[in-house]
């Protein structure tokens, strides 16, 4: 879940890092705030500034025209219902400061330039000396004196490095706290009488966090928070739903389609294979939906008959890679008795199941006992789409 700006920045403030004064309005009569001030689109995308989603105003006028204009403008397809106006800050530098996750290390990684307010990817490609980094341990955080040692790589010294080294602290306390993804301050500015204010703050939370982050939960559910984008269905938000009801395994990162091929397929890249795999062969699906992490027979089970419910679903298949955090026979057994308490026949439902790894053997004994189609790992996940594709077809 990506936060708006002005909600990341009331998330920094309270862990101590400075942000510019300024007031969140929806409509122009709410705004008290005085010029000269900066007036800035309130929608969960990057690169505004680059399509005129940040204007400067030095008159009342202006901020009340600008409102007006910003208002009615979409950013990449997104429409704003608050604008954010703050003080306009006199600079005399700009810096970069990011926490995010190494997918290649499986590490949190610091990222920090002296040159703030570009495209980060941009500079990294260009001027690489400009962008320094360093994988952090989750159990020893960030300390002041790292983040000092990391800062100082760049360039940096004297008291503007221990200031740094701070700010660059209490984001990683934010990016660990509040299960963050993502925790970043771009630019973080040097006032003209010494002073660091993050000037603009992305902060992007794990949706599977959410149930350990109530504050970020809360904001989620909040309406009109902007327009536009794609809305979550109801027939995933009622996946979300069974997600949480057992805190055992993943089983409802649900997205909506509007095929009838029902799908249950493993996490990660094995669910795109498999997902791209029905596509490839003609197959139209219903859902995207991973499962993993062992879900728990009850989990399965209630998946399995929220898919059925979507009208016109009228096979449902089940495939995943090679597993071995996840029983087989407690997946098996969730599907067949989700269909079952559906009132159907697992036989004629099941399209085919190709789930091979632990306990298959036992898994294996309950599909057969039911008639259910089921391929062990000598079938590719290629190939069980294709006959998953085929036995919908009439």
Not at 139 to 149: I, N, V, Y
């Amino acid at each position: 879940m990506r936060l708006l700006e002005h909600e990341a920045k009331q998330i920094i403030k309270k862990c101590g890092i400075p942000v510019p004064r300024g007031e969140v309005v929806k409509t122009v009569d709410e705004i008290t705030f005085p010029p000269p001030a900066m007036l800035k689109t309130q929608v969960p995308v990057g690169g505004r500034g680059i399509v005129g989603g940040i204007l400067a105003a030095a008159t009342q006028q202006e901020i009340r025209h600008h409102f007006e204009r910003l208002l009615a403008t979409p950013v990449r397809d997104y429409l704003p219902t608050s604008i954010l106006v703050e003080e306009m800050v006199e600079l005399e530098r700009e810096f970069f400061l990011a926490i995010t996750h190494d997918t290649v290390t499986k590490m949190p990684v610091a990222v920090f330039s002296s040159q703030g307010g570009v495209d980060i990817e941009a500079l990294a490609r260009e001027k690489p000396e400009k962008v320094v980094s360093m994988h952090l341990s989750p159990l020893r955080r960030f300390p002041s004196f790292q983040a000092r040692e990391l800062v100082a790589r760049a360039g940096v010294s004297g008291r503007l490095l221990i200031q740094l080294g701070a700010v660059f602290a209490r984001l990683a306390d934010v990016f660990f706290e509040y299960d963050a993804t993502l925790a970043e301050i771009n630019p973080l500015g040097l006032s003209k009488d010494g002073h660091l204010l993050a000037l603009d703050c992305h902060l992007e939370v794990d949706d599977d966090a959410q149930p350990r982050q109530p504050e970020i939960a809360a904001i989620e559910k909040q309406e009109a928070r902007f327009a536009g984008g794609r809305e979550t269905s109801e027939f995933e938000r009622r996946a979300q739903e069974i997600d949480s009801m057992d805190h055992r395994g993943v089983a409802g990162r649900v997205i909506e389609f509007p095929g009838s091929l029902g799908l249950i397929i493993g996490g990660g890249g094995a669910s795109l294979t498999a997902f791209d795999a029905v596509r490839q062969h003609g197959g139209e699906p219903a859902n995207y939906c991973e499962i993993g992490g062992n879900p728990s027979v009850f989990k399965v089970t209630e998946l399995t008959k929220h898919i059925l419910s979507k009208p016109g679903v009228s096979k449902i298949a089940v495939i995943m890679n090679v597993v071995s955090n996840t029983r087989v026979d407690l997946v098996a057994r969730g599907v067949i008795k989700g269909i079952l308490e559906k009132g159907q026949d697992p036989s004629q439902i099941v399209a085919v199941f190709r789930v091979p790894g632990a306990w298959e053997a036992e898994g294996f004994k309950l599909l057969d006992k039911y008639g259910v189609p089921y391929c062990d790992r000598t079938v590719s996940i290629d190939e069980a789409a294709r006959r998953a594709v085929v036995s919908t077809m009439p």
